[in-house]
């Protein structure tokens, strides 16, 4: 008599293999979701510093804060970028109020004959996200 040689795999070798292919996916998806976040908070630390490069650069040449960020556009950045954790471009605005003094929290006013180029109007000064939550850190993303 012949004896036959089996052919192919048990189920107890598929359901081993089964099972390893999904741990690997399931650590696999973790990595990219991670990967994915720190990707996002180094895009969002970088806008925040682009925006205030700007608002600098701008101060710099015209002596004031601009009123809003479309001041902008596009002589120092050609669009607003979005913040990358809302994907909105609706970022939180430090104002500074030159009518009031330095004790209440704003800088002291000029007088207008002593600067002529200064601006009593209010102006954007820093910017913040809005994103709620915080950082891989554990910094609060308003913090960055």
């Not at 012949?2 to 990595?31: D, M």
């Not at 104002?95 to 207008?112: R, Y």
């Not at 954007?124 to 950082?135: H, L, Q």
Request: net charge negative; proline share 8%; aromatic share 6%.
């Amino acid at each position: 008599m012949k004896q036959r040689s089996q052919k192919g795999f048990s189920l107890i070798e598929l359901i081993v293999v089964v099972t390893i292919i999904g741990i690997l996916a399931a650590v696999a998806i973790v990595n990219v979701k991670f990967a994915q976040r720190k990707a996002a908070e180094a895009a969002l630390k970088d806008n925040l510093f682009q925006l205030r490069k700007c608002i600098d650069n701008y101060y710099a040449d015209k002596q004031h804060y601009p009123a809003s960020l479309q001041d902008l556009v596009p002589n120092y950045v050609r669009k607003i970028p979005p913040d990358p954790i809302t994907k909105q471009a609706d970022w939180e605005l430090v104002m500074d109020n030159p009518l009031e003094n330095s004790e209440a929290g704003g800088t002291e006013a000029v007088p207008a004959e002593t600067d002529p180029n200064a601006s009593l109007e209010p102006g954007v000064i820093d910017v913040k996200s809005k994103a709620p939550g915080e950082t891989l850190d554990h910094v609060p993303y308003a913090d960055l």
